[in-house]
Protein backbone atom coordinates (compact mmCIF):
# COMPACT_ATOMS: atom_id res chain seq x y z
CA UNK A 1 0.00 0.00 0.00
CA UNK A 2 1.65 3.09 -1.17
CA UNK A 3 1.83 6.08 1.00
CA UNK A 4 -1.01 7.92 -0.13
CA UNK A 5 -3.06 5.08 -0.39
CA UNK A 6 -2.33 4.32 3.47
CA UNK A 7 -3.34 8.75 4.08
CA UNK A 8 -6.24 8.08 2.53
CA UNK A 9 -7.56 5.34 3.92
CA UNK A 10 -6.87 7.01 7.52
CA UNK A 11 -9.03 10.30 6.42
CA UNK A 12 -11.62 7.75 5.57
CA UNK A 13 -11.38 6.40 9.15
CA UNK A 14 -11.15 9.37 10.86
CA UNK A 15 -14.59 11.04 8.92
CA UNK A 16 -16.20 7.46 9.93
CA UNK A 17 -15.03 8.44 13.64
CA UNK A 18 -15.96 11.65 13.21
CA UNK A 19 -19.87 10.29 12.45
CA UNK A 20 -20.00 7.91 14.37
CA UNK A 21 -19.04 10.44 17.21
CA UNK A 22 -21.75 13.02 16.08
CA UNK A 23 -24.69 9.83 15.65
CA UNK A 24 -23.90 8.99 19.15
CA UNK A 25 -23.93 12.71 20.46
CA UNK A 26 -27.22 13.04 18.41
CA UNK A 27 -28.37 9.77 19.91
CA UNK A 28 -27.71 10.78 23.52
CA UNK A 29 -29.39 14.32 22.74
CA UNK A 30 -32.25 12.19 21.83
CA UNK A 31 -32.11 10.37 24.70
CA UNK A 32 -32.04 13.40 26.71
CA UNK A 33 -35.00 14.79 24.96
CA UNK A 34 -37.27 12.00 25.87
CA UNK A 35 -36.56 11.61 29.27
CA UNK A 36 -37.25 15.39 29.64
CA UNK A 37 -40.57 14.66 27.77
CA UNK A 38 -41.60 11.78 30.27
CA UNK A 39 -40.13 13.74 33.31
CA UNK A 40 -42.72 16.53 31.46
CA UNK A 41 -45.69 14.18 31.27
CA UNK A 42 -45.34 12.35 34.46
CA UNK A 43 -44.81 16.35 36.21
CA UNK A 44 -48.04 17.59 34.19
CA UNK A 45 -49.55 13.94 34.89
CA UNK A 46 -48.69 14.72 38.31
CA UNK A 47 -50.39 18.27 38.75
CA UNK A 48 -53.82 17.06 36.82
CA UNK A 49 -54.02 14.70 39.29
CA UNK A 50 -53.43 17.23 42.24
CA UNK A 51 -55.99 19.54 40.90
CA UNK A 52 -58.80 16.41 40.10
CA UNK A 53 -58.27 15.76 43.86
CA UNK A 54 -58.66 19.54 44.87
CA UNK A 55 -61.37 19.91 42.22
CA UNK A 56 -63.57 16.41 44.22
CA UNK A 57 -62.38 18.04 47.51
CA UNK A 58 -63.66 21.62 46.88
CA UNK A 59 -67.07 19.44 45.28
CA UNK A 60 -67.36 17.30 48.58
CA UNK A 61 -67.56 20.59 50.42
CA UNK A 62 -70.02 21.93 48.29
CA UNK A 63 -72.65 18.66 48.86
CA UNK A 64 -72.03 18.43 52.20
CA UNK A 65 -74.78 18.69 54.72
CA UNK A 66 -75.16 22.38 56.82
CA UNK A 67 -73.05 25.53 56.37
CA UNK A 68 -69.99 26.06 58.43
CA UNK A 69 -68.77 28.73 61.96
CA UNK A 70 -66.45 29.69 63.42
CA UNK A 71 -66.00 29.03 66.89
CA UNK A 72 -64.16 31.46 69.04
CA UNK A 73 -62.08 30.12 71.69
CA UNK A 74 -59.13 30.64 74.49
CA UNK A 75 -55.84 30.18 72.74
CA UNK A 76 -54.15 26.84 73.13
CA UNK A 77 -57.53 25.49 73.91
CA UNK A 78 -58.76 24.51 70.37
CA UNK A 79 -58.41 20.87 70.87
CA UNK A 80 -59.72 20.64 73.53
CA UNK A 81 -63.03 22.38 72.69
CA UNK A 82 -63.01 20.39 69.27
CA UNK A 83 -63.52 16.89 71.86
CA UNK A 84 -65.63 18.98 74.06
CA UNK A 85 -68.04 19.83 71.45
CA UNK A 86 -68.08 16.06 70.04
CA UNK A 87 -68.70 14.58 73.67
CA UNK A 88 -71.66 17.19 73.96
CA UNK A 89 -72.93 16.20 70.00
CA UNK A 90 -73.16 12.74 71.26
CA UNK A 91 -74.37 13.56 75.25
CA UNK A 92 -77.23 16.35 74.15
CA UNK A 93 -78.15 14.42 70.92
CA UNK A 94 -77.39 16.96 68.32
CA UNK A 95 -75.99 14.45 65.66
CA UNK A 96 -79.07 15.50 63.25
CA UNK A 97 -77.73 19.19 63.70
CA UNK A 98 -74.01 19.08 64.17
CA UNK A 99 -72.04 16.93 61.38
CA UNK A 100 -68.39 18.23 61.96
CA UNK A 101 -65.59 19.57 64.16
CA UNK A 102 -62.19 20.87 62.44
CA UNK A 103 -59.28 22.63 63.71
CA UNK A 104 -57.09 22.76 60.95
CA UNK A 105 -53.51 22.42 60.98
CA UNK A 106 -50.37 22.83 59.53
CA UNK A 107 -46.76 21.82 59.16
CA UNK A 108 -44.19 24.79 60.18
CA UNK A 109 -40.06 24.71 59.52
CA UNK A 110 -39.12 26.98 62.45
CA UNK A 111 -35.45 28.24 62.94
CA UNK A 112 -34.43 29.54 65.72
CA UNK A 113 -30.89 29.54 67.61
CA UNK A 114 -29.62 27.80 64.29
CA UNK A 115 -31.43 25.07 64.91
CA UNK A 116 -33.84 23.62 61.99
CA UNK A 117 -37.53 22.13 63.76
CA UNK A 118 -40.62 21.09 61.82
CA UNK A 119 -43.69 21.31 64.17
CA UNK A 120 -47.27 20.80 63.56
CA UNK A 121 -49.56 24.03 65.13
CA UNK A 122 -53.04 25.61 65.01
CA UNK A 123 -53.21 27.40 61.51
CA UNK A 124 -55.56 29.62 63.28
CA UNK A 125 -54.94 29.95 66.67
CA UNK A 126 -58.78 30.44 69.11
CA UNK A 127 -60.79 29.02 66.29
CA UNK A 128 -62.79 26.04 65.53
CA UNK A 129 -64.75 25.46 62.87
CA UNK A 130 -68.14 24.17 63.27
CA UNK A 131 -70.43 22.63 60.15
CA UNK A 132 -73.69 21.89 61.69
CA UNK A 133 -77.90 23.54 60.54
CA UNK A 134 -77.85 26.47 63.13
CA UNK A 135 -81.14 26.20 65.53
CA UNK A 136 -81.04 27.15 69.08
CA UNK A 137 -80.43 23.54 70.41
CA UNK A 138 -77.13 23.22 68.02
CA UNK A 139 -76.09 26.64 68.83
CA UNK A 140 -76.29 25.94 72.63
CA UNK A 141 -74.34 23.27 72.35
CA UNK A 142 -71.40 24.79 70.59
CA UNK A 143 -71.96 27.91 72.69
CA UNK A 144 -71.92 26.92 75.83
CA UNK A 145 -68.90 24.39 75.65
CA UNK A 146 -66.12 25.15 77.86
CA UNK A 147 -63.66 27.21 76.29
CA UNK A 148 -65.63 28.47 73.57
CA UNK A 149 -66.50 32.35 74.27
CA UNK A 150 -68.80 32.86 71.39
CA UNK A 151 -69.30 32.76 67.40
CA UNK A 152 -67.80 34.84 65.32
CA UNK A 153 -70.03 37.27 63.34
CA UNK A 154 -71.92 40.35 63.95
CA UNK A 155 -74.57 39.04 65.86
CA UNK A 156 -73.58 36.20 68.56
CA UNK A 157 -76.87 34.91 68.48
CA UNK A 158 -77.21 34.64 65.19
CA UNK A 159 -73.87 34.20 63.70
CA UNK A 160 -73.35 34.43 59.74
CA UNK A 161 -71.48 31.11 57.84
CA UNK A 162 -68.88 31.09 56.13
CA UNK A 163 -68.25 31.77 52.59
CA UNK A 164 -67.39 28.41 50.50
CA UNK A 165 -64.08 29.84 49.28
CA UNK A 166 -63.80 30.91 52.83
CA UNK A 167 -64.18 27.24 53.72
CA UNK A 168 -61.91 26.09 51.12
CA UNK A 169 -59.45 28.30 52.13
CA UNK A 170 -59.28 27.05 55.99
CA UNK A 171 -59.88 23.83 55.51
CA UNK A 172 -57.15 23.27 52.51
CA UNK A 173 -54.48 21.66 55.68
CA UNK A 174 -56.88 19.04 55.97
CA UNK A 175 -56.97 18.13 52.30
CA UNK A 176 -53.13 18.12 51.97
CA UNK A 177 -53.16 15.85 55.16
CA UNK A 178 -55.88 13.66 53.05
CA UNK A 179 -53.06 13.52 50.12
CA UNK A 180 -50.49 13.22 52.88
CA UNK A 181 -52.56 9.78 54.15
CA UNK A 182 -52.10 8.35 50.45
CA UNK A 183 -48.67 9.11 50.05
CA UNK A 184 -49.78 11.99 47.36
CA UNK A 185 -47.73 15.04 47.19
CA UNK A 186 -48.86 18.16 49.00
CA UNK A 187 -47.00 22.37 49.15
CA UNK A 188 -43.71 22.21 51.35
CA UNK A 189 -44.09 23.47 55.03
CA UNK A 190 -44.17 27.04 55.72
CA UNK A 191 -40.88 28.36 56.84
CA UNK A 192 -40.36 30.66 59.99
CA UNK A 193 -37.09 32.01 60.44
CA UNK A 194 -35.63 34.36 63.16
CA UNK A 195 -32.85 35.51 60.61
CA UNK A 196 -32.87 38.56 58.43
CA UNK A 197 -31.83 39.01 55.29
CA UNK A 198 -27.72 40.98 55.87
CA UNK A 199 -27.75 39.92 59.40
CA UNK A 200 -24.16 38.28 60.00
CA UNK A 201 -24.32 35.01 61.35
CA UNK A 202 -21.62 31.48 62.40
CA UNK A 203 -21.94 28.34 60.17
CA UNK A 204 -22.67 25.79 62.78
CA UNK A 205 -22.07 22.62 60.33
CA UNK A 206 -21.02 21.85 56.86
CA UNK A 207 -17.96 22.94 54.93
CA UNK A 208 -17.85 26.26 56.38
CA UNK A 209 -18.53 25.53 59.73
CA UNK A 210 -17.32 27.62 62.38
CA UNK A 211 -17.03 30.44 59.33
CA UNK A 212 -19.17 33.45 59.66
CA UNK A 213 -21.48 34.50 57.01
CA UNK A 214 -24.35 36.72 55.97
CA UNK A 215 -27.47 35.55 55.35
CA UNK A 216 -27.85 36.58 52.04
CA UNK A 217 -31.82 35.43 50.91
CA UNK A 218 -34.29 32.94 52.71
CA UNK A 219 -35.74 30.59 50.35
CA UNK A 220 -38.98 29.26 52.04
CA UNK A 221 -39.67 26.83 48.89
CA UNK A 222 -36.56 25.31 49.20
CA UNK A 223 -36.33 25.86 53.35
CA UNK A 224 -32.94 27.23 52.79
CA UNK A 225 -30.81 30.44 54.32
Known amino acids: MSEQELVSEIEEVEVAAAEAT ?13 TEAVAAAEAAAEA ?53 VQVPMETVVEFKNTVKKTIRRVRVPGYVLVRM ?7 GVVRHTPGVTGFV ?20 PVFEEQQQSQG ?24 FEGMDATVSEIKGESQQI
Open 22 to 34: EESAAIEQQAEEA
Open 48 to 100: AEEVDALEEFKSKLRRQAGDWYVVHTYSGYENKVKTGIETRIQNLEAEDEIFE
Open 133 to 139: ELTDHSW
Open 153 to 172: GQDAYNPVPLRMDEVFDMLL
Open 184 to 207: LPVSKPVIESDYTVGENVRVKSGA
